[in-house]
T-cell receptor, first 114, second 114 residues
């Protein structure tokens, strides 16, 4: 079956602009996660959805970052007033939410803020 | 705060040799995951370890978990070039509202050469 998909694969934007990153999880997966991976580092947790609600948004770095999942499937990560430090690969993962809760990752969106 | 440390961070191996990657974590956890990442690609799930003493093997890779020592190992047997990649371990917090949130190690960059 289809895996997790993310669009766009690459996004180049200018400092101060607004961007949206989209994630399509595996069909039937109720849990959805966003992570951010900087060069040479492991992924860092941003936010976790169980269904439509954000169960844990403790990883969002500041109020410029926001994510939604209005119908419990597709999710959008929104970044306002982008800064150069936001440049990274943004990874989305989904899981069944049941033990062992293996997370399956999408290909990522590489965001570059000039 | 849950911390995950891997060592070594860089590993250069000759084909045919054996080696072990170590993953230590700082607080109680009930699940540990190993992922593989090829350059420019997303994360591929390798193993999920759920209990103390768990051992899983796939081809030339074997992972084990010691929850008392808060240590997991990824053992590579008779390395081949195709195993060259970055390997991450990741841990979830036990229980709580962050169910499923992964905390990753820094990654081990493995290079296998003739």
């Amino acid at each position: 079956g289809a895996g997790v998909s993310q669009t766009p694969s690459n996004k180049v934007t200018e400092k101060g602009k607004y961007v949206e990153l989209r994630c399509d999880p595996i069909s039937g997966h109720t849990a959805l996660y966003w992570y951010r991976q900087s060069l040479g580092q492991g992924p860092e947790f941003l936010i976790y959805f169980q269904g439509t609600g954000a169960a844990d948004d403790s990883g969002l770095p500041n109020d410029r970052f926001f994510a939604v999942r209005p119908e419990g499937s597709v999710s959008t990560l929104k970044i306002q007033r982008t800064e150069r430090g936001d440049s990274a690969v943004y990874l989305c993962a989904s899981s069944t939410g049941q033990v062992p809760n293996e997370q399956f990752f999408g290909p990522g969106t590489r965001l570059t803020v000039l | 705060e849950l911390k995950v440390e891997q060592n070594p961070l860089f590993l250069s191996m000759q084909e045919g040799k054996n080696y072990t990657i170590y993953c230590n974590y700082s607080t109680t956890s009930d699940r540990l995951y190993w992922y593989r990442q090829d350059p420019g690609k997303s994360l591929e799930s390798l193993f999920v370890l759920l209990s103390n003493g768990a051992v899983k093997q796939e081809g030339r890779l074997m992972a084990s978990l010691d929850t008392k020592a808060r240590l997991s190992t990824l053992h590579i047997t008779a390395a081949v070039h195709d195993l060259s990649a970055t390997y991450f371990c990741a841990v979830t917090n036990a229980g709580g509202t962050s169910y499923g949130k992964l905390t990753f190690g820094q990654g081990t960059i493995l290079t296998v050469h003739p």
